[in-house]
Each structure stands twice: as C-alpha cells, then as structure tokens.
C-alpha cells in the first residue's frame, strides 16, 4: 500500500468521525491496489484491526485501484474527480462496490479517505 497501514489504524481509532460513520459496522472494508488488499475488520462499530475479513471472507465493502490512481486519491490537494473516492470510481476507474453496506457507510470512506491522505501527507 502506498501509506503506514499500522499509522492509518491508529489514526482512525482515535479519530472521532470516522468512529461516529462506522458506529454500527459489522464486516470489513477492503482496500486493494494492484492485488495488494488491506482488510480493515470491524465488530459492532468498531476497528478491530487489520486482517483477512469476516469468517466468510465476505468482503462488506471494497474500494480498489492502480497505484496511479491511489497516488492520485491521497494527493494533498487532489485535481477534479480524485476528491473521493466515489467520484474517482466514476471518473477514472477506480473500484468501489454495490453493496448496501457502501452506501449506508459512504461517509465513513470519505472520512477514511482524508485519514489516508492525513498519513500519506505526513499530518499523521
């Protein structure tokens, strides 16, 4: 990945918006870039740490892209279309799943997306 996974955790632990957008998550939320995956696992709302998903290795939500296009997401001040991830799925062909579960916690990607740009920008 192209950010301190172990420095994202810890920063989103502590962060009280994204603990508020992900209060009710059960599940897991993968992040992959060019066949790399970062499973961030949840229980009842909370970060549980970071591993290989629920017992069913069902995925709730999953976000994915090319280095490029990551390194483009997590810019500092990201051009048109790279602001969230959503946009940048649309736009420039990035992945992000259907789910129910992507929708209901759409805040809580864009908040985890600012957490990540927060570590990869040196602010974390």
Known sequence: MLIDIDRLIARARDDFEFKRETRYLNGTIALSMDG?????????????GVGSGTSSGHHRIEVGGTAEQWSQLLMDKPVPFY????????????????????FAYLPALNRLTTLMRDVRNGRA
């Not at 736009?91 to 799943?97: F, L, N, P, V």
């Open 36 to 48: 790399e995956k970062a499973v961030l696992d949840f229980a009842d709302g909370k970060l549980t």
């Open 83 to 102: 602001q969230c991830i959503q946009s940048a799925a649309v736009r420039h062909g990035m992945t992000i799943s259907a789910t129910d579960e992507t």
